[in-house]
Nanobody
């Protein structure tokens, strides 16, 4: 069984930085795309940043220039460096990964979420 475990959330003042981490564990053949989403109460989950297995990245317009996604393919991990944080970045952040967990099946797995609060 594959599990994704996030860490690094917390409370930070506007203009500050946080680094989120997410590690995948379990039976893993291959990890394809990895991504971070976020969700606020009453809103749909939105894509923040995505990184392909080869390193190609894309970002939501609202975080371009402030957030950086990266991955460690050896340790099956993905990271989100968040700089110049704004109150509107407050949300629960989820990591997700598209994983071949058996020889014949590829599926998306999600972490449990980590709260990021930007407030003075």
């Amino acid at each position: 069984q594959v599990q994704l475990l996030e860490s690094g959330g917390g409370l930070v003042q506007p203009g500050g930085s946080l680094r989120l981490s997410c590690a995948a564990s379990g039976t893993i053949f291959t990890i394809y795309n990895m991504a971070w989403y976020r969700q606020t109460p009453g809103e749909q989950r939105e894509l923040v940043a995505r990184i392909a297995s080869g390193g190609t990245t894309n970002y939501a317009d609202s975080v371009k220039g402030r957030f950086t996604i990266s991955r460690d393919n050896v340790n099956n991990a993905v990271f989100l460096q968040m700089n110049i944080l704004k109150p509107e970045d407050t949300a629960v952040y989820y990591c997700t990964a598209n994983i071949r967990a058996t020889a014949t099946r590829i599926q998306d797995f999600w972490g449990q979420g980590t709260q990021v609060t930007v407030s003075s």
